[in-house]
């Protein structure tokens, strides 16, 4: 188990090396000089001219040759310094810091939303098939899934900011302010996660040792909540760690609709404002946390199942 637990940690290295090698060519790779868009940034068109811009490409170092400039990237990071940001010239960890529990908070409270509505809904879909309560959360998840994200945190806005007033569109002063982000996020994974929660309990409830529960005169709550409940569990848990991820991952279009300070945010304004340092530094945060989470996930298998053997 160890030395699995070690090939991981290796893999994950390798896959936060490439991940930054990736991204910092790509980066330089694109059209337009990085230095007159941050001179554009910081000091307008008006004020910039060729001298600025030759200045400003020299003190952060944007002049020299891409290998030297990745170069001197790698060593930065193996020492845990990841620079200032190009545009606002803070330090790139600090900025994450003040963030990521914006994008954090909203991730984790939909997935548990998620999960508290969508795996009782999902169970018994699949104990009563083809029947009244199936058919109509069947439609409801398809409904769920086809809508796209903006649109429905658009439509949301409308209703309960703009026409009834009832909660606010955009910031985070107060509690308030998680509601619209959390039902947009929450709405999107219930209904993969009802999906996937259903087809996976109608294998269990074909399974044997469940027919035998039925025979023995077990109350169907107790079937579904004991025996199959705790056989869905892990196949739930990946996908709701998944779906944490996406939603830490693809926070960037809602937490631009809803100008949530969190990192999908950042990560916009840095795209646009070509800020390759903190660019790089998020993405290889991002990988971090897919690699972290995949781990863990692999590790609580071990506490929920302990019959799962690994392959050393």
Same mark, same amino acid.
């Given at each position: 188990?160890?030395?699995?637990?070690?090939?991981?940690? !290796?893999?994950?290295?390798?896959?936060?090396?490439?991940?930054?090698?990736?991204?910092?060519?790509?980066?330089?790779?694109?059209?337009?000089?990085?230095?007159?868009?941050?001179?554009?940034?910081?000091?307008?068109?008006? @004020?910039?001219?060729? =001298?600025?811009?030759?200045? #400003?490409?020299?003190?952060?170092?944007?002049?020299?040759?891409?290998?030297?400039?990745?170069?001197?990237?790698?060593?930065?990071?193996?020492?845990?310094?990841?620079?200032? $940001?190009?545009? $606002?010239?803070?330090?790139?960890?600090?900025?994450?810091?003040?963030?990521?529990?914006?994008?954090?908070? @909203?991730?984790?409270?939909?997935?548990? /939303?998620?999960?508290?509505?969508?795996?009782?809904?999902? /169970?018994?879909?699949?104990?009563?098939?083809?029947?009244? @309560?199936?058919?109509?959360?069947?439609?409801?998840? $398809?409904?769920?899934?086809?809508?796209?994200?903006?649109?429905?945190? %658009?439509?949301?806005?409308?209703?309960?900011?703009?026409?009834?007033?009832?909660?606010? $569109?955009?910031?985070?002063?107060?509690?308030?302010? +998680?509601? @619209?982000?959390?039902?947009?996020?929450?709405? #999107?994974?219930?209904?993969?996660?009802?999906?996937?929660?259903?087809?996976?309990? &109608?294998? &269990? !409830?074909?399974? =044997?040792?469940?027919?035998?529960? +039925?025979?023995?005169?077990?109350?169907?709550?107790?079937? #579904?909540?004991?025996?199959?409940?705790?056989?869905?569990?892990?196949?739930?848990?990946?996908? !709701?760690?998944?779906?944490?991820?996406?939603?830490?991952?693809?926070?960037?279009?809602?937490?631009? %609709?809803?100008?949530?300070?969190?990192?999908?945010?950042?990560?916009?304004?840095?795209?646009?404002?070509?800020?390759?340092?903190?660019?790089?530094?998020?993405?290889?945060?991002?990988?971090? &946390?897919?690699?972290? %989470?995949?781990? !863990?996930?692999?590790?609580?298998?071990?506490?929920?199942?302990?019959?799962?053997?690994?392959?050393?």
């Amino acid at each position: 188990m160890w030395q699995y637990f070690l090939k991981r940690i !290796l893999n994950t290295i390798i896959v936060l090396f490439g991940a930054v090698t990736l991204t910092f060519f790509f980066m330089h790779f694109t059209e337009g000089d990085p230095a007159t868009i941050i001179a554009l940034d910081k000091y307008g068109g008006q @004020l910039i001219s060729p =001298e600025v811009i030759d200045r #400003l490409a020299s003190e952060e170092g944007l002049n020299r040759s891409i290998f030297v400039q990745y170069t001197g990237w790698l060593k930065l990071i193996c020492t845990g310094d990841f620079g200032h $940001s190009l545009r $606002s010239g803070i330090p790139v960890l600090d900025e994450i810091r003040l963030c990521f529990p914006y994008t954090f908070a @909203l991730a984790l409270i939909s997935v548990f /939303i998620t999960a508290i509505v969508a795996t009782p809904l999902g /169970i018994y879909s699949a104990a009563y098939q083809n029947r009244f @309560l199936d058919r109509i959360t069947r439609f409801i998840a $398809s409904f769920q899934v086809s809508i796209p994200n903006f649109y429905l945190a %658009i439509i949301f806005i409308f209703i309960f900011s703009v026409k009834l007033k009832l909660l606010p $569109s955009f910031g985070c002063d107060n509690p308030t302010h +998680f509601i @619209l982000p959390v039902m947009v996020l929450a709405v #999107l994974q219930t209904g993969f996660t009802i999906r996937i929660v259903r087809s996976t309990a &109608i294998e &269990i !409830l074909e399974s =044997e040792y469940v027919q035998f529960a +039925f025979a023995r005169g077990l109350s169907m709550n107790r079937i #579904l909540f004991v025996h199959v409940l705790k056989n869905i569990f892990i196949p739930v848990l990946t996908f !709701l760690s998944l779906q944490f991820l996406m939603a830490i991952e693809g926070s960037i279009i809602i937490e631009t %609709i809803f100008a949530w300070p969190g990192i999908g945010k950042l990560f916009q304004e840095a795209v646009f404002g070509r800020d390759f340092t903190m660019i790089q530094a998020l993405v290889l945060f991002f990988a971090a &946390i897919v690699c972290a %989470i995949n781990l !863990l996930v692999d590790m609580l298998y071990i506490f929920i199942n302990r019959s799962i053997s690994f392959i050393e």
